[in-house]
């Protein structure tokens, strides 16, 4: 089933309980989709590569409001920021914790031959491909820097 039918079912879901922060969360999910799927140079179907992206995008997003928000002193506006950054993430795939993480990105330094933080954007290139959906970029960032200086 793509992206958009669980969406679309999930809305009716949401308007049936009433679960205003979900039902916001999921039209803006289908919003991004449907903007998507007719954008120029669309063929009118995504990937899932392609609604994978669109999803942590949107997830990106959310986080980024989030953090300038608690910044900002306004709880009001974290807290819808965060309720529908949780619905968005229940589409996404798990994420790797830490530990795994480290492990992963020690075989694809190996694996690239880096040695120095010179070799920072080789190993990059190769673990934002390896491991798209599964791990934050600013953590795979802060993780091969800190693997690299070792």
Request: aromatic share 2%; proline share 2%.
């Amino acid at each position: 089933m793509s992206l958009e039918q669980n969406i679309n079912g999930a809305i009716k879901t949401a308007m049936l309980a009433k679960a205003e922060a979900e039902l916001r969360a999921l039209r803006a999910i289908k919003a991004a989709v449907l903007l998507a799927k007719t954008s120029e140079g669309s063929t009118g179907e995504l990937s899932e590569a392609d609604e994978l992206k669109l999803l942590q995008k949107l997830a990106k997003q959310r986080k980024d409001s989030l953090e300038i928000f608690r910044q900002q002193n306004r709880p009001d506006l974290a807290q819808k920021e965060e309720e529908e950054l949780v619905v968005i993430e229940r589409y996404l795939p798990q994420q790797m914790d830490e530990a795994t993480l480290r492990g992963e990105l020690t075989a694809i330094i190996a694996a690239v031959g880096a040695t120095s933080p010179a070799d920072m954007g080789k190993v990059m290139g190769a673990a934002t491909k390896q491991l798209a959906g599964k791990a934050d970029g600013k953590m795979i960032a802060a993780l091969v820097k800190e693997l690299l200086t070792k």
